[in-house]
């Protein structure tokens, strides 16, 4: 898995506390870190609550002097990814994978014609998609996403998400990250804060590019997952998917899941939708400062506006339902609106 | 979890190649860096081939202009904990944990005195207690380790190592760790190896010492691990842990368990038991250099021997059978022996 020309290492420069102290970091290092944090940091969000708040958290932690601080061990912020990192409409990404590999597979599977979810797959009916039950895409991930190596599956992916273009923006998905939330993931590594991706979707999907979108290292990528098993054919040994459900790292799996793999509690989370709900109260049920944030897509223009919380259109790809801003607002987190608080939605406007 | 006064940061300063480019580290990351790495690596280890092939295999790996030079996110290494980094007999720490919470617990379970396997453990027969089977540990776990929340659990645990000693050296567990091995760790970490602990025992059993006595941080170890469930009381959220298995990391589950976790095949990897014998064979598949090494207990004088293999003493704790040792000669894996290799076993000699 070594890559010749690695865009962002795993392992950060350990910075002592700004980003101006970059002493360390290698010439591809310190290069990278000044094209991607500029002198003033978040400088695609507006000035506002939600980047205030930012502002003040990181100071507030990694001031020595401030009762909030946090050593720099304890210093984890968490992700989701759909909705929060990249667009997540018309269908999650990973979703658009997983009809494109229906589409290549009917040939060796020509009874999917005529049997569902197989068939609305097949007809390009992207709405009657968006609306399949959790049943629907177990299937179809069981039949896309498993009977192969782990290293052929990574390899599958490399190869689509090289391609494979949005429906509106005919741009590569992962041109499709949002880069006000780059700058932020950024902030916080400058400020020695461990970044991981805790996402609803699959853990190896993401995993094959975390690092050249994100530079998020592999295992800060928590996610959902299938069953493997180990074998041993001619005498070399591989890991082969399974078509059984592993961990469902979503909802109350995100506490569980950021438990498990990472076993300290987040000091900042971020997402956008129900399914990140347990993940913020996890986070918030922490003493000391704690970043909650939320994005709200209200920007029909840059990018898309859906709810239905706010009276916005209702959905079933990234659900953010009243209760969830209800809770927010109870709860004091942090509600960042796409169409106010960000300047630019992507680094190509 | 902050700790006040933290011996090691979960995050290594990156260094350029060598221990003396120290730059970036802070002064107390410096202190600890030449305290724990003294001029020479592996200080405590004689001069023979194991020595040479981890000092081969370090300057192989980092090396830019090697041809097995690997890049700094993809140096990971792995390490087994029990008979590999610390002392696993006459048992596994955990299980003395478990046994001593049998003798607290039977106040409120007053069957147990009648009943297996509980009532051979209140008698205080190590013997047959080490010849219990997976389904007698299993019940005493789960009766021992589940029921309460996650963090409860870890204050039992560092409540019960702060004190407990072990039966023949007098000391507590925490001091009983292989000074060669944490001269390994942190020659690995210097050389900006990721390292990270892969045991069969309890995930959260170790993550609650772990950054305390190796300087790993609990995101960087992965263990076998009860389910959990999420709840919230009283308006707070919990992690309750289940009487029910959720991952077995050992065998098989620890090359599956690497894989789950870390995303990367690791470039080095440390076990002693036929436990580790599928994470050795996992890394040994990948390409480039790769080292696989097994520590051999063959010191009776300074600490245990136990095989089977090479004739001496059978065991159910920590078996190094035959076969492992076949096929580690096959393989060409390293072979560590501790009455021959180390110079001395603990700090404390």
Not at 9 to 38: C, D, K, M, N
Not at 51 to 67: G, H, M
Request: aromatic share 12%; hydrophobic share 40%.
């Amino acid at each position: 898995m070594a890559s010749p020309k690695p865009v962002q290492t795993g392992r950060r420069p350990i910075l002592l506390g700004t980003a101006s102290t970059v002493a360390a970091a290698s010439t591809a290092q310190r290069a990278i870190a000044q094209s991607r944090t500029p002198q003033a940091p978040l400088a695609s969000w507006n000035e506002g609550e939600a980047k205030q708040a930012i502002l003040d958290f990181v100071r507030d932690t990694t001031n020595p002097s401030s009762r909030h601080f946090v050593a720099p061990e304890d210093r984890i912020a968490t992700f989701d990814q759909d909705g929060t990192l990249w667009v997540e409409h018309p269908l999650y990404t990973q979703a658009m994978f997983a009809l494109d590999r229906v589409h290549s597979l009917v040939l060796d599977n020509p009874e999917w014609r005529t049997q569902e979810p197989f068939s609305t797959v097949l007809s390009n009916d992207l709405a009657r998609t968006a609306r399949f039950t959790e049943r629907d895409w177990a299937e179809i991930v069981f039949r896309t996403h498993a009977g192969m190596s782990q290293a052929a599956f990574r390899e599958i992916v490399l190869r689509w998400i090289a391609t494979a273009k949005h429906p509106r923006f005919k741009r590569k998905y992962t041109e499709l990250i949002y880069q006000p939330m780059i700058e932020l993931l950024d902030w916080l590594q400058v400020n020695q804060f461990e970044t991981f991706i805790v996402t609803g979707g699959g853990q190896d999907f993401v995993r094959s590019y975390c690092q050249r979108v994100y530079g998020i290292p592999t295992q800060r990528v928590i996610g959902s997952s299938i069953a493997t098993k180990f074998e041993i054919n001619n005498g070399t040994p591989e890991l082969v998917r399974l078509p059984k459900l592993f961990f469902n790292d979503n909802y109350d799996g995100k506490a569980i899941g950021i438990d498990l793999f990472i076993g300290r509690r987040p000091y900042a989370a971020f997402g956008n939708s129900t399914g990140d709900r347990q993940m913020l109260e996890w986070t918030g049920a922490g003493d000391g400062a704690r970043l909650k944030m939320l994005v709200y897509h209200d920007d029909p223009v840059r990018e898309y506006a859906y709810g239905p919380a706010g009276g916005l259109a209702d959905t079933a790809i990234g659900t953010f339902d009243q209760s969830l801003l209800d809770e927010a607002k109870m709860r004091s987190w942090t509600v960042v609106s796409m169409k106010n608080d960000w300047k630019r939605i992507f680094a190509f406007e």
